[in-house]
């Protein structure tokens, strides 16, 4: 088992650009979620998916948007990236609900200029 | 709304000292506690966690009781090593969905 993947390690973007984060877990967890973690702020959730088919935001959603694409697959989209947007992006999955345990994936570091 | 407060780092150690980090909490409900460990250039893993109140969660020598009365989940370890070395987060989560937090973090540099 991979677990947790994620995809790029780490991207550069100059202001305004876009790009895709990719997450999959082979474990068949139903809940999926995002986070950025910033120095000194622990990791804050930008959206979850409680299961497949829907997704809510967190506590900063603000210029992102989500996919959950299928049970596995859970992608998360800069559509216009800002300078506050530098951070590192975690994924992680879960059975089922919050209470529950998280797995993380390795990060995505991403370097807005 | 909920949130974790935990005791900012960097906390030094000698190996085979006594490592308490202190986490409290403030939430509505009944949350579960959790602490999660990250190791350099990795994501979190659980450490140990507790869902209700009198709990005591432990793992790998650590260990942390979930209090009630104090709203606190703090994590010890009787004897730490080089290898101990990472950033400590406290986290609850509650019933509701998004209600998920996790506190700072602490880093903790354990020496030879």
């Known amino acids: 088992n991979a677990g947790v993947t994620q995809t790029p390690k780490f991207q550069v973007l100059k202001t305004g650009q876009s790009m895709t984060l990719q997450c999959a877990q082979d474990?068949?967890?139903?809940?999926m979620y995002w986070y950025r973690q910033d120095p000194g702020m622990g990791l804050r959730l930008i959206y979850y998916?409680?299961?497949?088919?829907?997704?809510d935001k967190g506590e900063v959603p603000n210029g992102y948007n989500v996919s959950r694409l299928n049970k596995r697959e859970f992608s998360l989209r800069l559509e216009s990236a800002a300078p506050s947007q530098t951070s590192v992006y975690f994924c992680a999955s879960t059975t089922a609900g919050p209470q529950e345990t998280q797995y993380f994936g390795p990060g995505t570091r991403l370097l807005v200029l | 709304g909920n949130s974790v407060t935990q005791m900012e780092g960097p906390v030094t150690l000698s190996e085979e000292a006594f490592l308490t980090i202190n986490c409290t909490y403030t939430a509505t409900g009944y949350p579960s506690l959790f602490w999660y460990v990250q190791y350099p250039g990795e994501g979190l893993q659980l450490l140990l966690k507790?869902?209700?109140?009198?709990d005591k969660g432990s793992n790998k020598g650590f260990e942390a009781t979930y209090r009630k009365e104090t709203t606190s989940f703090h994590l010890e370890k009787g004897s730490v090593q080089v290898s101990d070395s990472a950033v400590y987060f406290c986290a609850l989560a509650t019933d509701s969905w998004g209600k998920f937090q996790f506190g700072a973090g602490t880093q903790v540099v354990v020496t030879p």
């Open positions: 998916s409680a299961s497949e088919g829907t997704t």
């Open positions: 507790a869902t209700k109140a009198d």
């Open positions: 474990m068949n967890h139903n809940s």
